[in-house]
C-alpha cells in the first residue's frame, strides 16, 4: 500500500500511420456503406476513424485494443505494443490516458505511448548477470522510458496554455516469466494467472491519485473510486508536470495467465484484480487469441456505458 499523499497538493482531473489496423468496414448502425466523407451513405451515421477504434497485434501472444467509448467526442487513450514472435519471449505493453481536461490530450498521449514503447523496444539491459540486477536495469528501462514518453508530449503539444497537453503512463516489459512495470497517474498494470493455477490476481501498478490516497488512509476502495475528484491524478507527463518519475516494481509468475496494461475506461466497471481476473475467465478460453480477448474487454466496458476512453493491452504467458 501506497503512503499516504497530500490530497490538497497539485492535482489535474481526468475524466491513418503503420501502427493502426485500417479496417474497412460497414456502418455500425445499419450495415450501409461509408463515404469518402466518413459518414453512412444510407443513414448518414458518421463512422468511426482510425483514431477512434484501433487495434494492435505484433504477435500471437500479444495484443492491444484502443477504444473512443461511447459518451468521448474523441478517443483521448494511446496503446503501444511490440513483442517477439516466440510466445511468451519478450513483449512490451505501454497504456496512456489523456487528460480530458487538458489541450492536445489525445495527440499527447499517442506522442508518449508510441516514444515510450521505442525506448522500451531498443533498450533490452541483462544487469550484472543476477536477478536483482535484471530488474534493476530493466527498471531503469521503464523510468526512461516514462522520460521519453514526457518529452514527446512536450515536443508535439504547444507551449503556452495555462492547461498544458498531459497523459498517464502505464507499462510492462514481459521477459519469460518475469514482469517489470511502472506507471505514473491511474492507467494500471495487473497479473491474471488463470483460474485453478497457482497464484492470485494482483493489481500491480498503485495509482497517484485522489482516490488511492483516500484508499491509503483507510477509505473503502469502492468508495474511494466513487467518491468526489475519484479520478483526480497526483502525477502526469506533460510539459506542467511537478514529477513524471514512474513507480516500477517486478513480478515473477510462474504460471500461465495474462498481464494486462489499462487506462480507467475498463477497470471503472471492475477495478479489484479478482474482478478483472473473473471477468476474463468469463470472455476468455484457454486457447484465446489476445486480440480477441482484448476487442471483448472493450466492448465489455462500452456495454457497461463506455463512460471514458478504453485501452487494453494484453501478453498471454
Known amino acids: 500500500m501506497a503512503a499516504p499523499i497530500d490530497i490538497t497538493r497539485s492535482i489535474k482531473t481526468e475524466t491513418e500511420d503503420e501502427d493502426t489496423v485500417v ?4 456502418c455500425a448502425n445499419c450495415g450501409g456503406v461509408i463515404g469518402p466523407d466518413g459518414y453512412c451513405q444510407t443513414c448518414g451515421t458518421r463512422a468511426p476513424t482510425e483514431r477512434d477504434h484501433y487495434t494492435e497485434h505484433p504477435a500471437s501472444w500479444v495484443a492491444a485494443c484502443c477504444d473512443r467509448g461511447v ?6 487513450d494511446a496503446t503501444a505494443v ?3 514472435p516466440a510466445p511468451g519471449s519478450r513483449a512490451v505493453l505501454v497504456v496512456c490516458d489523456g487528460v480530458s481536461t487538458s ?3 489525445d495527440i499527447a498521449s499517442l506522442a508518449a505511448a508510441r516514444a515510450a514503447r521505442e525506448v522500451l523496444v531498443a533498450h533490452r539491459p541483462a544487469g550484472l548477470g543476477t536477478p536483482a540486477s535484471r530488474v534493476a536495469a530493466m527498471s531503469n528501462a521503464v523510468m526512461q522510458a516514462a522520460a521519453s514518453a514526457n518529452a514527446a508530449v512536450i515536443d508535439t503539444t504547444a507551449a503556452g496554455s495555462d492547461n498544458a497537453a498531459s497523459c498517464t503512463f502505464a507499462a510492462a516489459v514481459v521477459e519469460g516469466d518475469l514482469v517489470v512495470f511502472g506507471n505514473v497517474g491511474d492507467s494500471r498494470v495487473y497479473w491474471l494467472p488463470d483460474h485453478g493455477s497457482s497464484g492470485e490476481p494482483i493489481e500491480l501498478s498503485v495509482d497517484d491519485s485522489v482516490a488511492q490516497a483516500r484508499i491509503a488512509m483507510g477509505t473503502p476502495r469502492d468508495e474511494a473510486e466513487k467518491g468526489p475528484q475519484a479520478h483526480a491524478i497526483t502525477k502526469w507527463l506533460g510539459r506542467d508536470s511537478p514529477d513524471f518519475s514512474p513507480r516500477t516494481g ?7 495467465g495474462w498481464v494486462l496494461v489499462c487506462s480507467d475506461g475498463l477497470w471503472n466497471y471492475a477495478s479489484e484484480a479478482a474482478a478483472i481476473q473473473s471477468l476474463v475467465a468469463e470472455l476468455s478460453t484457454p ?8 476487442v471483448a474487454l472493450v466492448n465489455w466496458a462500452n456495454g457497461c456505458g463506455g463512460k471514458d476512453n478504453i485501452s487494453v493491452a494484453l501478453a498471454r504467458l
Not at 479496417?23 to 460497414?26: K, N, Y
Not at 517486478?250 to 500461465?256: F, N, Y
Open 23 to 26: 479496417i474497412t468496414r460497414p
Open 71 to 76: 459518451r468521448h467526442h474523441r478517443n483521448e
Open 82 to 84: 511490440a513483442a517477439e
Open 103 to 105: 489541450l492536445d490530450s
Open 250 to 256: 517486478s513480478i515473477t509468475t510462474g504460471s500461465p
Open 287 to 294: 486457447d484465446s487469441d489476445p486480440l480477441g480477448l482484448a
